[in-house]
């Protein structure tokens, strides 16, 4: 049976309401500083490091300039502490030595390029867990999130 890892740290949600380690890459939902309405999606690829960072329109972070923006750090720092810094170093495939203090240290020590990549999956996926927040209250389950059978059985 599959464990779910709690949180290495609490995190507060607003600066990044969704990180998650999917999808062969570190990603996630970031708000903008300056605009309430526009979020970023932020993202690096394990193994390659490629990084990117677009508006949810797929406008390019006006932060990118041959390194990774003020979002990517805030992706990073809430990755460390959702999942912690070694589960985090070992998806991307980064040798962390000593470990990180945070963000921009693991970013450091990426081998990194930008790379374009498309923010429809992963603001998508976002979409779908915000959903779950407006769901009535209940004690009955929902049959998408019904990962294994309550019996324990296999087919």
Request: proline share 6%; glycine share 10%.
């Amino acid at each position: 049976m599959l464990a779910v890892v709690p949180p290495a740290r609490p995190r507060k949600l607003a600066k990044v309401p969704f990180v998650e380690l999917a999808d062969g890459r570190l990603q996630g939902v970031v708000s903008s500083g300056s605009d309430i309405e526009r979020v970023y999606v932020s993202s690096v690829s394990a193994g390659t490091h490629a990084y990117h960072c677009s508006t949810n329109n797929n406008r390019p972070c006006g932060g990118l300039r041959g390194a990774p923006c003020k979002h990517l750090h805030a992706l990073a720092d809430e990755a460390l502490l959702q999942y912690g810094a070694a589960r985090v170093a070992r998806y991307l495939r980064v040798d962390v030595g000593d470990g990180v203090s945070g963000g921009a240290a693991l970013l450091a020590r990426l081998d990194a390029r930008h790379e374009p990549t498309s923010a429809a999956m992963v603001f998508s996926r976002f979409l779908r867990h915000l959903s779950y927040l407006e769901q009535p209250g209940s004690t009955v389950a929902l049959p998408e999130l019904q990962w294994f059978p309550a019996t324990g059985t296999a087919r």
